[in-house]
């Protein structure tokens, strides 16, 4: 199933170590430009999309979801916060597909990887994402959700593209 679903969810940082990303956390735009060459259903050519290439996605199972938020601190990564959501069905090793942006500007996208397909972001008794998950930009993510200036990217009326790394 394909489209645009609205359940709220969000990711959950609570005070546990959450183990750093890799070492390459420069993601913003691959240099293959071959990798956002790619069609899908959600992908209509339209002003301010952003083609999104979600990598390190294991298993054909579940969906990935991906939220978009505008640039504001308050809401990031927070129900309240987020301005689009969009579930497709996972392909491993890569998912691939578009988000339309309300506007021109910065934002930032959370994603994760529902593998059991229940609509929420699984957690372990102790608060710790308990399904793989990543943010626009892949910054480094130690004991809490990093600031929204470390996530944001610009989408301008051609749209925009990112790799996302599932951690």
Known sequence: M????SVSRKILFIGAVVIAASADASAKKTEDPEKFNFE???CHGSDNEI???VTGVKRNAGRITADL?????DGFLKKRGRIVQ???AAKAPTTS???TAPK???FAIAVYHDQNANDGFDKSPIGLPAEPWGISNNPKVRFSAPPVEKALFEVSPAGAELEIKLK
């Open 104 to 106: 021109t500007g910065s």
């Open 51 to 53: 083609r999104l290439v």
């Open 86 to 88: 969009v579930k497709f």
């Open 97 to 99: 597909f578009c988000i």
């Open 2 to 5: 394909c489209g645009v679903i």
């Open 69 to 73: 938020y505008r640039n504001q601190e």
């Open 40 to 42: 899908h259903v959600s």
